[in-house]
């Protein structure tokens, strides 16, 4: 993949749809969340045609502060998944990139770089006319890292007022595998911190 990685998302949608594409403009991914189930669903393409399914992020339960993502690919094989680390999230958002092993050893851990601007962003967030700003002027920035502490990854939000812009830089180099994990668990991520504010 060409990065840095766009991504767009939708903020005024019936069910949270984003498109990925590479530094070019070729379009890589696109994400969809089905609507209307108990547990959550969302089903990654290759493109905005959804010919081609990737793979499904499925909740392992109903509702939970601290639950888990399984990644699932076409095949029905088990590559990985996402949990948030519960308590931990209240005012820095953390999560891990569990490999699809059978332990579900952490890979990747995910943690948000500035708790300032994550207050600013929940605060005023939630003011009429002003909160519909802060799209515009807090900016979150997401950095993984591997087991070693070494940076792989980082997610930028970029500004904007009608849609959630991202981009996702690399910053090691990671093996396919790796890769997907690490993107596939970024979507998801993305989808949960919209939903949580």
Known sequence: MKYPLNLRCKIIAISPQIYVTESDGTAVLYVKQKLLKLK???EVFTDKTREKKLCDIKANKVIDWSSAYNFTGAQGNSFGGIRRKGLKSLWRARYEIYSGDSDG???FNVSEESVLTRFIDGIFGEIPIIGFLTGYV???TYIV???SGKAVMRLRKKPALWEGKFSIESLSELSPPQ???ILVGLLMMVILEKNRG
């Open 179 to 181: 890769q997907t994990r």
């Open 145 to 147: 890292t591997d087991s």
């Open 105 to 107: 050893a952490t890979e």
């Open 138 to 140: 807090a900016h979150p």
């Open 40 to 42: 959550e669903h969302v």
